[in-house]
């Protein structure tokens, strides 16, 4: 079946340090990727996504490139601020059969002034 | 902007109550989605419905059931809750049209302690 694995947290960063969350996944085919971000207290808002491989998504800051071949999806951004400290899923959905969001465990990121 | 709006931030059951989350959204979106979050688990699918009066079981759906009498309405049901089913539950929706591209739009989501 399909899966989702990414770094356990919680990852602790300054403000400005550089960020990396790490995620792979195992599926048949040529699933969808995503990054969703959970802010305390809130409900899950899309980050960014690629639907094919070497697509790279990006959004306020944060990047993530689809690789085939290592079957991975790592969550990048230059220069943190206090304010991206949230819970970061990664998920994917296959482009066949039951397309529902397989999600990794989350990782949360807390960033220090 | 898409909402999606759930019935309740907080509940507190007992053990056996009938307990019903309700989830609508407004944008017209023919899929909908019931998950649960726990912690180290991330987020795992329950029942997921196509259209009206259409479902499917997720992963996890033992426990629970689902209604979907209108579209923009997607109710998430335990029929007796048991105090494993305490958890944060999130719905989400998406729009039929590109299948797995779309995004999903999710609601607050509801946090249920069953004691």
């Known amino acids: 079946g399909n899966s989702v694995t990414q770094m356990e947290g919680p990852v602790t960063l300054s403000e400005e340090a550089f960020l990396t969350i790490n995620c792979t996944y195992t599926?048949?085919?040529?699933?969808?990727l995503f990054w969703y971000v959970q802010y305390p207290g809130e409900g899950l808002q899309l980050l960014l996504k690629a639907t094919k491989a070497d697509d790279k998504g990006s959004n306020k800051g944060f990047e993530a490139t689809y690789r085939k071949e290592t079957t991975s999806f790592h969550l990048e951004k230059g220069s943190v601020q206090v304010s991206d400290s949230a819970v970061y899923f990664c998920a994917l959905s296959p482009n066949t059969g039951r397309r529902a969001l397989t999600f990794g465990s989350g990782t949360r990121l807390q960033v220090q002034p | 902007d898409v909402k999606v709006t759930q019935s309740s931030r907080y509940l507190v059951k007992r053990t056996g109550e009938k307990v019903f989350l309700e989830c609508v959204q407004d944008m017209d979106h023919e899929n909908m989605f019931w998950y649960r979050q726990d912690p180290g688990l991330g987020l795992r699918l329950i029942y997921f419905s196509y259209d009206v009066k259409m479902k499917e079981k997720g992963d996890i759906p033992e426990g629970y059931s689902v209604s979907r009498e209108k579209k923009e309405r997607f109710s998430l049901i335990l029929e007796s809750a048991s105090t494993n089913q305490t958890s944060m539950y999130l719905c989400?929706?998406?729009?039929?049209?590109?299948?797995?591209?779309?995004?999903?739009?999710f609601g607050p989501g509801t946090r249920l302690t069953v004691l």
């Open positions: 989400a929706s998406r729009s039929h049209a590109s299948g797995s591209t779309d995004t999903q739009y």
């Open positions: 599926a048949t085919g040529y699933p969808s």
